[in-house]
Structure formats: structure tokens, C-alpha cells
């Protein structure tokens, strides 16, 4: 399909993908066929991405409140998130720096280092930014930013007054990268579900009805289109 110049270029793009276990019901298939789905969805989509010269992408892959869910869905996410990313996918080619957001320290070791390494190795990529939310929580990410800060106090290098919005930015995980146009979820639901909830101030919301297993790169156009529809006046006329 071919775009208007600078359809997607530069933008930064949240999104949330969600529907994967409903996707599976519909077939009568386990709950962990979706999310195979979705991860091969994943990668179609970043590769997308990439193709449109967007700046950032923010997938929330893992939420601090999924580890309630029955222990085996838990560790097909974990694997799937281990064989699709950590693995398979070729940074170097697609020049993408890679950043996960969240608590790891919370995942195995050895997926630990894995991140560790990756985002090592593609720090001075040049491409876009990849960020992959792993055991991620919007008001944990906050709380971590307060007691960050409050270190600093303690330690006599900052001033409490001298806390400002650009201060606590710098200490969530998306330091240094522009926020979210918009915030993408499909599946057809309306919330935010703790994600990017600092960084969400001024995201349009764009929700579509399609399940994430059936997302399809023609859906990333619709949802680009639509965003690139509304005007945006960040509280101003
Ligand atoms: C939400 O759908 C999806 C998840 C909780 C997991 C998403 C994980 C992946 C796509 C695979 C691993 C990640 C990567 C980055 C390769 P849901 O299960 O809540 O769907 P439902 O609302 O229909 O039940």
C-alpha cells in the first residue's frame, strides 16, 4: 500500500495487545495458541514499524497483575517472549535499539542477561526504539520514579523543590524518549489497563475491534489514519 509522505514517520506508538485468549476460545484452541499468535503478530508488526519510519514503539507484552494468571499461560508467555525476542529477532539487521520496561529482576536469570545483552548490544542502533513492557506496571514504574528520587534527597544531590516533571521523567523506564501519539489497543477495549500511565498524559486513544491474533498490518494503517485525523491541541484551542 503506498502512504502520503510522512504517514507514519517519526511517530511513537503505544500498543496494548490484548485478545489473544479470546482469539483462542473462538477456535477451541488452548489459551497458549493466542499468544503464539500474538507473538508472531508481534513480530509482523515491528517489522511494519520499521518499513513506515516510526520512531518508537511500546509493546505491553506482560503486566505486573498477569502473574495471576494459571502458572502454565504464564510460562508459554515467558517462553514465547524468550524464542521470538530474545532470539530470534535480528536487531542488527533492523538497526532497532531495543529497551524493556518493567521489573526483570522479577523473570529468570538467564532472560535477565538476555535483556541485559540486547539492549547493550543495540544501545547505538540507530533505527527505531523497540520497547517491550515485561513485568511492566504504570503506577509501579511511577512509585520506582518517587523512591528514586527521594534517594537523591536522602543523599543530599537534590533539592526537594528542584523535582519537577523532567525530573521524575528521567526516572521511568522511557527516559529520554518521546512520549506516545497514541496508544493503540485492539480487541475493542476502552482502558488503559496501567499502562504508561505517566507517559499517556496527552495520547490520543485509539481502539479497534479486531483481536491482536488477527491484527494485520492494513489494521496498523486504519489505526495511523485515524490518529493522523484528530487534531491535537495538548490543552490549548
Ligand atoms: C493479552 O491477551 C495478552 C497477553 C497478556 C500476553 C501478550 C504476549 C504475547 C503476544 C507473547 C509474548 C510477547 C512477545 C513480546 C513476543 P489476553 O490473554 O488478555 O486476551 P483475552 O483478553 O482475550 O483473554
Redesign the pocket.
Known amino acids: 500500500m503506498s502512504h502520503p509522505e510522512n504517514f507514519a514517520k517519526g511517530l511513537s506508538i503505544g500498543i496494548i ?7 483462542a476460545k473462538q477456535r477451541g484452541l488452548a ?1 497458549t495458541a ?2 503464539k499468535r ?2 508472531e503478530v ?1 513480530q509482523d508488526i515491528t517489522r511494519y514499524c520499521n518499513e513506515l519510519g516510526v520512531e518508537s514503539v511500546f ?1 505491553y ?2 503486566s505486573t497483575e ?1 502473574w495471576r494468571r494459571p502458572a502454565e499461560e504464564v510460562s508459554t ?1 515467558m517462553r ?2 524468550g524464542d ?2 530474545l532470539k530470534a529477532f535480528d536487531y542488527e539487521k533492523e538497526n532497532n535499539r531495543v529497551v524493556f520496561l518493567g521489573d526483570r529482576t522479577a523473570l529468570e536469570p538467564r532472560y535477565q542477561e538476555l535483556m541485559d545483552e540486547i539492549e547493550t548490544r543495540t544501545a547505538h542502533n540507530t533505527g527505531m526504539t523497540l520497547n ?1 513492557a515485561v513485568n511492566y506496571g504504570g503506577r509501579p514504574e511511577i512509585v520506582r520514579a518517587a523512591q528514586l528520587l527521594a534517594k537523591k534527597v536522602a543523599d543530599g544531590q537534590l533539592r526537594p523543590e528542584e523535582i519537577d516533571e523532567a525530573a521524575m521523567a528521567d526516572m521511568m523506564y522511557t527516559c529520554g524518549q518521546k512520549d506516545p501519539d497514541f496508544i493503540l489497543r485492539p ?1 475493542g477495549e476502552k482502558r488503559l489497563s496501567n499502562f504508561m500511565l505517566w507517559q499517556a498524559a496527552y495520547s490520543e486513544l485509539v481502539e479497534m475491534d479486531v ?2 491474533p488477527d491484527f494485520t498490518r492494513h489494521d496498523l494503517d486504519l489505526a495511523i489514519e485515524e490518529f493522523n485525523r484528530r487534531s491535537r491541541r495538548f490543552g490549548g484551542i
Open positions: 495487545m490484548d485478545g489473544n485468549g479470546r482469539w489459551r493466542g499468544h500474538g507473538a508481534f509493546f507484552a506482560f498477569n508467555i514465547l517472549f521470538y525476542l517491550v480487541s483481536l491482536w
